[in-house]
């Protein structure tokens, strides 16, 4: 699964370096102990592996962000309203609008529930 983690990342134009595999490693595990505790699953479905991969994707470009190492992305906010009159700007991130970045990672963290659902086993 490194190898689809490494693919998703360079699919959005981040190259994740040599040093950071042993990370990458660490988040898959993460990913997948997160996905079987949410499911209820004893063992990971085949199904729910691309689920593995955009989690762990997500949790290393919001740790990159983190530590200032995600340049790679356009960090502006974006805006939702100008005015020329005295100069009035209204950013997007006011209306609940992060920054695009944040908005892919959250994308990625986050499966839809539905598709969770469809795995969710009740453990007693």
């Not at 693919?7 to 997948?32: C, F, I, N, V, Y």
């Not at 689920?51 to 960090?75: H, M, N, P, W």
């Given at each position: 699964?490194?190898?689809?983690?490494?693919?998703?990342?360079?699919?959005?134009?981040?190259?994740?370096?040599?040093?950071?595999?042993?990370?990458?490693?660490?988040?898959?595990?993460?990913?997948?102990?997160?996905?079987?505790?949410?499911?209820?699953?004893?063992?990971?479905?085949?199904?729910?592996?691309?689920?593995?991969?955009?989690?762990?994707?997500?949790?290393?470009?919001?740790?990159?962000?983190?530590?200032?190492?995600?340049?790679?992305?356009?960090q502006e906010y974006a805006v939702r309203q100008?005015?020329?009159?005295?100069?009035?700007?209204?950013?997007?991130?006011?209306?609940?609008?992060?920054?695009?970045?944040?908005?892919?990672?959250?994308?990625?963290?986050?499966?839809?529930?539905?598709?969770?659902?469809?795995?969710?086993?009740?453990?007693?």
């Amino acid at each position: 699964m490194l190898k689809r983690v490494k693919a998703r990342l360079e699919g959005l134009g981040l190259s994740p370096p040599a040093e950071d595999e042993a990370l990458l490693k660490t988040l898959l595990t993460g990913a997948k102990r997160w996905i079987l505790a949410e499911t209820g699953q004893g063992e990971l479905p085949k199904e729910l592996r691309a689920v593995v991969v955009d989690r762990a994707a997500g949790e290393y470009l919001d740790f990159r962000k983190t530590i200032g190492r995600l340049s790679e992305f356009d960090q502006e906010y974006a805006v939702r309203q100008m005015s020329q009159g005295d100069t009035s700007v209204t950013y997007a991130v006011e209306f609940g609008q992060g920054l695009p970045v944040d908005v892919l990672i959250e994308s990625l963290r986050t499966p839809p529930e539905a598709l969770l659902a469809r795995w969710r086993r009740l453990r007693w």
